[in-house]
């Protein structure tokens, strides 16, 4: 079975290494001039899956918006993450669950099992319950091609107090989080499939990311701050795994089809130019 660090690995090849938000927040909603409903969330999300699907290698549902409009919403979700890959882009689901034991197992088969509707390549973890916690999305993954990425190194600045502490064995938080999901892609080829979030603004931290063997997740692009340029300072040698990450900035284009492609074009030959 082809793995998911092989499937991400050649889809970024084909399409190139840009992954977009689809975060139907209630202002962008009404930047499109739609109502925020869910009859706006369905026009929204159906749109930017119509304009990029077919294009970009990774599109990236924030649950959270969805969930908002409860039921109806999940529907929608479930409608954009099947709708997506169908047009062959790979479904990153961030979620940001974390938990222990048979809740953590819960979570990973919502999101990572083929026979629930929620289905998605890869998810979003937190390890703040500890790396270990993340064992069954670590496992249902495995079993059925799928990836996990697991927060390191956010960009928001609460998270350094807890990312950058440090512990008995002398290294951060973050670099440990970091060490254990390099030991478990040790000698995957051409990519291991757990990854890290690390953001693209954070500049340089003095973190080591030089074993992680995975794809590197880096949100905070566009409207957050962050440009293509940072991403050198960021992530240095292992500027080779990285996926750049965009939402706004290429979502506010719309709402039209054509000026979505655009944009996401845009931002997609920055980001070639900066990856080298």
Same mark, same amino acid.
């Given at each position: 079975?082809?793995?998911?660090?092989?499937?991400?690995?050649?889809?970024?090849?084909?399409?190139?290494?840009?992954?977009?938000?689809?975060?139907?927040?209630?202002?962008?909603?009404?930047?499109?001039?739609?109502?925020?409903?869910?009859?706006?969330?369905?026009?929204?999300?159906?749109?930017?899956?119509?304009?990029?699907?077919?294009?970009?290698?990774?599109?990236?549902?924030?649950?959270?918006?969805?969930?908002?409009?409860?039921?109806?919403?999940?529907?929608?979700?479930?409608?954009?993450?099947?709708?997506?890959?169908?047009?062959?882009?790979?479904?990153?689901?961030?979620?940001?669950?974390?938990?222990?034991?048979?809740?953590?197992?819960?979570?990973?088969?919502?999101?990572?099992?083929?026979?629930?509707?929620?289905?998605?390549?890869?998810?979003?973890?937190?390890?703040?319950?500890?790396?270990?916690?993340?064992?069954?999305?670590?496992?249902?993954?495995?079993?059925?091609?799928?990836?996990?990425?697991?927060?390191?190194?956010?960009?928001?600045?609460?998270?350094?107090?807890?990312?950058?502490?440090?512990?008995?064995?002398?290294?951060?938080?973050?670099?440990?989080?970091?060490?254990?999901?390099?030991?478990?892609?040790?000698?995957?080829?051409?990519?291991?499939?757990?990854?890290?979030?690390?953001?693209?603004?954070? +500049?340089? &931290?003095?973190? @080591? !990311?030089? $074993? *992680?063997? /995975?794809?590197? =997740?880096?949100?905070? %692009?566009?409207?957050? +701050?962050? &440009?293509?340029? @940072? !991403?050198? $300072? *960021?992530? /240095?040698?292992? =500027?080779?795994?990285? %996926?750049?990450?965009?939402?706004?900035?290429?979502?506010?284009?719309?709402?039209?089809?054509?000026?979505?492609?655009?944009?996401?074009?845009?931002?997609?030959?920055?980001?070639?130019?900066?990856?080298?």
């Amino acid at each position: 079975m082809e793995t998911f660090g092989e499937r991400l690995h050649a889809t970024v090849a084909e399409r190139g290494p840009l992954c977009v938000g689809i975060d139907p927040h209630a202002a962008l909603l009404a930047r499109w001039g739609l109502s925020d409903d869910i009859a706006g969330l369905e026009r929204f999300a159906r749109t930017v899956v119509d304009a990029l699907a077919d294009r970009v290698a990774v599109l990236k549902p924030q649950s959270a918006f969805f969930e908002r409009f409860g039921s109806r919403g999940v529907a929608v979700l479930e409608s954009t993450i099947r709708q997506s890959r169908e047009a062959g882009a790979i479904v990153l689901l961030d979620v940001k669950r974390g938990d222990i034991g048979s809740t953590m197992a819960a979570y990973a088969d919502a999101y990572l099992n083929p026979a629930s509707t929620l289905r998605a390549d890869a998810i979003t973890v937190s390890p703040y319950l500890g790396v270990g916690s993340l064992q069954p999305a670590f496992d249902l993954a495995a079993a059925h091609s799928g990836g996990v990425f697991v927060l390191a190194l956010t960009s928001n600045p609460e998270g350094a107090a807890v990312q950058h502490a440090v512990g008995a064995s002398g290294k951060t938080v973050a670099q440990t989080v970091i060490d254990e999901i390099s030991q478990v892609n040790a000698g995957a080829k051409p990519l291991g499939s757990l990854g890290l979030v690390v953001g693209a603004t954070i +500049g340089r &931290t003095g973190h @080591d !990311l030089s $074993a *992680v063997n /995975g794809p590197l =997740l880096a949100p905070g %692009l566009g409207a957050q +701050g962050g &440009t293509p340029d @940072d !991403l050198r $300072a *960021v992530f /240095g040698e292992s =500027l080779h795994n990285v %996926l750049p990450s965009y939402s706004r900035e290429v979502l506010a284009a719309g709402p039209e089809i054509a000026d979505l492609r655009a944009a996401s074009d845009r931002v997609l030959a920055g980001v070639r130019a900066a990856l080298g």
